[in-house]
């Protein structure tokens, strides 16, 4: 980061290949959407690239540049208000090769409905919420970290994960209580076998 701040160009593009998946993926996970998320990384690259001489190195250089994704994101969703898309590379995957012919297996098409229900759920939430969420449960940061990512006191991160969790547990219970109760079910064969 140093050499970077000191106009450095192998340094920064050492700097975009060690970090540059991190900001795609939490770009993605906030918007709901691939494409969007590529834009906006690309955004986030050249404000990190604009701002270098004026980071100051208080912040670990990883949360500086996430709370720049973070706020990017934010903007973004103000701009186009709260629509979420839900688009996957694996569910477009899915469904190319139920139209080519080559039917993938049913766990894998269960597997695909359920994280589709799963980034549903996600994206409904409250933005703040999502954004906490998203920092501790996919890329693992402490609330201490996610509160310098989004700018708010920990204890406010914590209360925003704790919400966020029994509102996706909420929202997921009955898609949870059908999975259970269709696995209690013996299906049509076991249960042929069951009566012999």
């Known amino acids: 980061m140093q050499r970077a701040r000191g106009g450095d160009d192998d340094a920064f593009r050492e700097l975009v290949a060690r970090h540059d998946g991190a900001l795609l993926a939490l770009a993605a996970r906030l918007l709901g959407e691939r494409d969007g998320a590529?834009?906006?990384r690309q955004?986030?690259?050249?404000?990190?690239?604009?701002?270098?001489?004026?980071f100051d190195g208080r912040a670990r250089f990883t949360t500086w540049a996430w709370t720049i994704v973070v706020n990017l994101c934010r903007d973004r969703q103000r701009a186009r208000g709260r629509a979420v898309p839900l688009?996957?590379?694996?569910?477009a995957a899915?469904?190319?090769a139920l139209v080519d012919g080559a039917?993938?297996?049913?766990?894998a098409l269960l597997q695909d409905e359920r994280a589709a229900q799963v980034r549903a759920a996600l994206a409904s939430l409250p933005d703040d919420e999502r954004e906490c969420l998203v920092l501790r449960h996919y890329h693992d940061l402490?609330?201490?970290a996610i509160a310098d990512v989004v700018g708010r006191p920990r204890t406010t991160v914590q209360s925003c994960l704790a919400r966020a969790l029994?509102?996706?547990?909420l929202r997921l219970r009955p898609q949870l209580a059908q999975d259970e109760a269709q696995r209690?079910?013996?299906q049509r064969g076991e249960a042929d076998g069951a009566m012999r």
Request: aromatic residues 8%; hydrophobic residues 40%.
């Open 38 to 40: 590529e834009d906006l």
């Open 87 to 91: 688009e996957t590379t694996r569910a």
């Open 142 to 144: 402490a609330p201490a």
């Open 184 to 186: 209690r079910t013996p």
């Open 43 to 54: 955004q986030a690259w050249w404000r990190i690239w604009k701002a270098l001489r004026q």
């Open 94 to 96: 899915t469904l190319a």
């Open 103 to 107: 039917a993938p297996p049913p766990e």
């Open 166 to 169: 029994l509102r996706l547990q």
